[in-house]
């Protein structure tokens, strides 16, 4: 396995890690209930059509989403190695 593809594995596995933790949170337990209480809003307020709709545009939201939280999360974990590094922690 190249180098790229082992820091690409390691990244992977914090980052579903951390989003395993955040699932665990009262924040997330609050969020999912105002996703669910949303989802049950769309049942009564759109036709199928509609909510059929509704639901490719917030899915693809929410890939764009966890494509930049990925990005993010793996340029974070880059810079940091880059600035210990810089300061003498790592060589």
Known sequence: MADQEKFKFFVDQLLENAVKEFQATEQYKLLREKLDRMDRDCDMMF????????????????????????????????DSVKVLKGLGVLA
């Open 47 to 78: 036709t199928k059509d509609e909510k059929d709709f509704a639901e490719e545009c917030f899915e693809l939201i929410s890939d764009a989403g966890g494509r930049e939280e990925y990005y993010v999360y793996r340029k974070g974990l880059s």
